[in-house]
C-alpha cells in the first residue's frame, strides 16, 4: 500500500496513493508494497527500491549506502511491544533531496505515530532529510517510553520473587515469573538490536556529505547522544534481567530443598519406630518380650518415644 505524505508549512498531510503531482511531496511510504507498487515509486522517483530479501541482509554496507544521489538507509523497528510476541523487522529509508521514501512489511506504531504528529504540529519536514530525522527522533523517542515502561515492570517482578520466597508464597507464581523474565529479556533484547542499527544509521550521516547545514547536524548529535544513553539504560536492564532469572532459579532450588528436607525429616522421625517394628517382627523361638503382658504396649511406647525424640531434636535445632 501507498501513502503519499504532502508537506504545507511544515506539516505533513496524508494524500492518498497519487503520487502526481511530485511538487509537495514529501513522504512517501510504502506498507508491503507489491510489485506495481514499487514499480510506479521507482518511475516517478528515478531510484531503486529494495525488496524485501535486500531489506534482510545483515551486512553494514547492505544497510547503509548511497547510490544515484540517494541514501538508502535500513534499521530493525520494534512493532507491537504490548502484546506477547513483540516483532521486530526492517524498515528501509530512502532519502533524496526533497523526498523520504520507507519500505516496511510490518506495522510499526512509532511510524503510524509520527504520521499523526506530524499532521498537527511543525516539526520542520521540509525535505527528505529533516523528514527522516524527526521520523528517527519519534522512534528513538518509543523506545526510550518502552524502556521506562518495563523497568516499572521489572521492579515489580523483583518484589514478586521475593515475596514468592516467603513460606506462603505459592509455587505457581514462580513458574509465571520465569514467563515473565523470558519475556522482558525478548523484548529488551530487540530493543538494543533496534538501537544498535539506529546508531548505526546515525553514524553513516554523520560522514554523509548531506549534513553540511549546522541545524540538522545538531539534531543528528542530539540524537545519537540519546540512543547511546537509551543503550546504557537497556545494559543496565539487561543485568537487572540475569539477576532475576539467578534470583528466581535459587528460589526455585530453596523451595525444592525445603521439600526435600520434609521428605527426609519425615523418613528419618520414622527410621526408629520402623527398626523396631522390624526387631519384634522376627521369628525367633527365644524372643522373651513376645511373652510379656505388657509386651504390645511396650512396644508401642518405644516406637513413640523414638519418633518423637528425632522430632524435637529437630524443632530444636530449627530445622523445621
Not at 72 to 90: C, F, M, N, R, W
Not at 201 to 215: D, H, I, N, V, W
Not at 285 to 299: C, I, K, N
Request: aromatic share 8%.
Amino acid at each position: 500500500m501507498i501513502t503519499v505524505y504532502r508537506q504545507s508549512e511544515g506539516r505533513l498531510r496524508a494524500a492518498g496513493s497519487t503520487l502526481e503531482p511530485l511538487d509537495d511531496v514529501v513522504w512517501i511510504d510504502l506498507d508491503s508494497p507489491d510489485a506495481t507498487e514499487e514499480a510506479a515509486v521507482e518511475t516517478a522517483l528515478g531510484l531503486g527500491i529494495p525488496t524485501r530479501d535486500d531489506m534482510q541482509e545483515i551486512e553494514s554496507s547492505s544497510r547503509a549506502y548511497a547510490e544515484k544521489g540517494a541514501m538508502y538507509l535500513t534499521a530493525q523497528v520494534l512493532a507491537s511491544p504490548t502484546g506477547k510476541d513483540p516483532e521486530i523487522g526492517p524498515v528501509t529509508f530512502v532519502v533524496t533531496g526533497s523526498r523520504l521514501v520507507s519500505i516496511r512489511y510490518h506495522s510499526p506504531g512509532s511510524i503510524t505515530f509520527f504520521a499523526a504528529r506530524a499532521a498537527g504540529h511543525p516539526l520542520g519536514c521540509t525535505g527528505g532529510l529533516t523528514t527522516f530525522l524527526a521520523l528517527m527522533e519519534t522512534i528513538v523517542d518509543r523506545l526510550a517510553d518502552i524502556l521506562e515502561g518495563e523497568q516499572r515492570k521489572l521492579d515489580g517482578t523483583t518484589r514478586a520473587i521475593f515475596e514468592a520466597h516467603r513460606p506462603s508464597g505459592r509455587m505457581q507464581m514462580l513458574a509465571a515469573l520465569m514467563q515473565r523474565i523470558g519475556r522482558a529479556e525478548d523484548l529488551n533484547g530487540k530493543v538494543e538490536e533496534s538501537l544498535t542499527t539506529l546508531l548505526r544509521l546515525a553514524g553513516f550521516l554523520a560522514l554523509s556529505a548531506t549534513m553540511e547545514k549546522g541545524t540538522e547536524k545538531a539534531r543528528l548529535k542530539t540524537l545519537a547522544r540519546d540512543i547511546r544513553s537509551l543503550q546504557d539504560i537497556a545494559a543496565k536492564q539487561e543485568r537487572k534481567i540475569t539477576f532475576q532469572l539467578d534470583a528466581t532459579l535459587g528460589v526455585i532450588n530453596i523451595r525444592q530443598a525445603d521439600v526435600i528436607k520434609i521428605f527426609s525429616v519425615v523418613a528419618f522421625v520414622f527410621l526408629p519406630p520402623t527398626l523396631i517394628a522390624s526387631i519384634y517382627g522376627m521369628n525367633f523361638d527365644v524372643m522373651p518380650e513376645l511373652h510379656w503382658r505388657w509386651g504390645y504396649p511396650m512396644a508401642l511406647a518405644a516406637m513413640a518415644v523414638s519418633a518423637l525424640v528425632p522430632y524435637l531434636i529437630f524443632r530444636w535445632k530449627k530445622w523445621l
